[in-house]
């Protein structure tokens, strides 16, 4: 390429407002950013929601103890999953790890808005704490 052409086309790009290579960098962080917005979201879940259980006529009674195991389950579910992550991404991958722990999450996540007994709460938080370490 000559010189001149060169020019023409840093000249071309410096035009341009986003380059369609950058589009797709900005996409990736942002999509790859959400793995630490769902960590928050999993991690003070308990904080917002278990008020709001407690006050509902149709959800669970629910006593300390009850409270404290399914904040607690979360760190149980980091327990299981992050040795079940560190297995998946030798056997098939990273990114192929990364789609499997959505499974698990999106389950635990499907479980939490109506929980219709206290094992669904203990189950949606473990699931959650395990699609979260993989």
């Known amino acids: 390429m000559t010189e001149t052409e060169q020019s023409y086309f840093q000249e071309q790009d410096k035009n341009k ?3 369609p290579v950058d589009i797709r960098q900005y996409l990736s962080c942002g999509i790859l ?4 917005i769902l960590g928050g979201t ?3 879940w308990s904080s917002t929601a278990l008020p709001s259980i407690q006050s509902s006529n149709h959800s669970p009674d629910l006593n300390k103890t009850d ?3 399914i904040v607690s389950h979360v760190t149980l579910g ?3 999953g992050c040795p079940i992550g560190g297995f998946l991404i030798r056997k098939i991958g990273r990114k192929n790890s990364l789609l499997f722990s959505s499974i698990p999450s999106l389950i635990g996540w499907v479980a939490l808005p109506s929980p219709l007994q206290i094992l669904m709460l203990y189950a949606g938080r473990f699931l959650t704490g395990v699609g979260l370490s993989v």
Request: hydrophobic share 55%; aromatic share 12%; net charge positive.
């Open 17 to 19: 407002l986003i380059n």
């Open 33 to 36: 950013s959400l793995g630490g």
């Open 42 to 44: 999993v991690k003070g």
């Open 67 to 69: 409270i404290s195991w």
């Open 78 to 80: 980091f327990l299981i």
